[in-house]
């Protein structure tokens, strides 16, 4: 069983920063890859930022040139690094892997949460 823990959420305000951390119970390495996704109440989930273990990465338009995505194989680790946060990024945001059998894995989420 893959576990996720995210840690870093908080309150910050606008045009602040923030790093958030997730810390798998399993080698990185071997995932397919790793992602952070966001959720506001009444919403869909969706797509942050992915990263495979070939280090190819993917944003969501809302945070391309804002947020950067990376990940520490040896400490199984990835971490979303947030520039320039506004309003609308206030969500709780959530660590994904997929494993190589297809196979989804979810933390149970870190709020963000951005005042104005």
């Known amino acids: 069983q893959v576990q996720l823990v995210e840690s870093g959420g908080g309150l910050v305000q606008a045009g602040g920063s923030l790093r958030l951390t997730c810390a798998a119970s399993v080698s990185i390495f071997y995932m397919n890859n790793m992602g952070w996704y966001r959720q506001t109440p009444g919403k869909q989930r969706e797509l942050v930022a992915t990263?495979?273990?070939?280090?190819?990465?993917n944003y969501g338009e809302s945070v391309k040139g804002r947020f950067i995505i990376s990940g520490d194989n040896a400490r199984n680790t990835v971490y979303l690094q947030m520039n320039s946060l506004n309003v609308d990024d206030t969500a709780v945001y959530y660590c994904?892997?997929?494993?190589?059998?297809?196979?989804?894995?979810w933390g149970k989420g870190t709020l963000v949460t951005v005042s104005s």
């Open positions: 994904n892997t997929r494993s190589p059998a297809g196979i989804d894995y």
């Open positions: 990263i495979t273990r070939a280090g190819e990465t």
